[in-house]
């Protein structure tokens, strides 16, 4: 909602402010259509050139992220303290139980509670494949550790690359609409034995290449890039909660203490209150038992 009211407000100002200086739409409306097609067209050409099928399929659909916000909101993050808390506890009491929930999530009693989480791959895979790694009885902890880390640094990366994609379109539309005044501008000298009033609209519309060219970058793509790459890195915190918690496990700490460790680190915008997250752990207790 917020991502709309936002492109309501660019077009709101921006015509609404030209048209209340004086301005008339007449020229800008006329040229439009093939303005865009210079400039939309070069770009959509040049984004495809720079990104193979799947980036440029991951791009389109992040771009609904500007309009939907972040995958996971404060429940989410109470509901996977939850799950973390009854896996660590049965891993605890009997390890080998645990493995049949590591081994077979979408069949598991435990991940079936949290089905938006369930449906998660990444989520799943992250939180199965370290807990995998703790009953092989590593050494050294920091081992685990490090590993996730470099496998968390890659996604992140992955997941960053369409609002990179975006950004890198929006630095090039200012260049593409110098492009399409430069061929006003051509279509204009070919025109020069015109009255004033003929060459006027032909240089104003020339001159729309440039408006558009930088409207679209700093109006539109640009910001659609950031909020993909806000919402990512928002996202992001999901998947490092896992990581704290699982981490603090591996370090011997009781199922207790590792809930904690990941409820401190996660931001206090989304950090499920206290209270309140001890009334969940108390239900998937008395769940267990």
Not at 5 to 32: C, N, P, R
Not at 94 to 114: G, L, Q
Not at 216 to 243: C, M, N, Q, W
Not at 272 to 277: I, Q, R, V
């Amino acid at each position: 909602m917020i991502g709309m009211i936002g492109i309501v407000t660019i077009f709101a100002m921006v015509f609404g402010g030209y048209l209340l200086a004086g301005g008339k739409m007449a020229i800008i409306l006329k040229s439009l259509p093939f303005e865009m097609i210079i400039i939309g067209g070069a770009a959509a050409g040049a984004f495809l050139i720079s990104n193979d099928s799947s980036a440029v399929k991951h791009t389109l659909k992040d771009i609904g992220k500007v309009f939907k916000g972040p995958k996971w909101n404060p429940q989410d993050y109470s509901d996977l303290l939850c799950l973390l808390f009854a896996l660590i506890r049965i891993a605890k009491q009997n390890p080998i139980e645990v493995e049949h929930h590591i081994e077979d999530p979408s069949n598991s009693a435990i991940f079936s509670r949290y089905p938006k989480i369930q449906a998660d791959e990444e989520a799943i895979n992250l939180i199965c494949d370290t807990m995998r790694s703790a009953s092989m009885n590593y050494d050294d902890p920091h081992q685990v550790e490090e590993v996730l880390d470099k496998r968390m640094d890659a996604t992140l990366q992955h997941a960053l690359h369409p609002s990179h994609a975006l950004q890198t379109v929006a630095d090039g539309l200012p260049a593409l609409g110098i492009v399409a005044a430069v061929l006003g501008v051509i279509k204009t000298m070919g025109s020069i034995d015109q009255p004033p009033e003929v060459l006027g609209k032909l240089i104003g519309g020339a001159l729309v290449g440039t408006f558009l060219g930088v409207f679209l970058a700093y109006g539109l793509v640009g910001p659609f890039a950031s909020k993909v790459k806000t919402v990512v890195e928002e996202d992001s915190h999901f998947y490092f909660l896992i990581r704290e918690v699982l981490i603090a496990n591996l370090h011997n700490h009781s199922a207790a203490m590792c809930i904690e460790v990941g409820r401190q680190n996660t931001p206090a915008h989304i950090r499920p209150k206290y209270a309140e997250l001890e009334e969940a752990l108390k239900a998937v207790k008395q769940d267990a038992a």
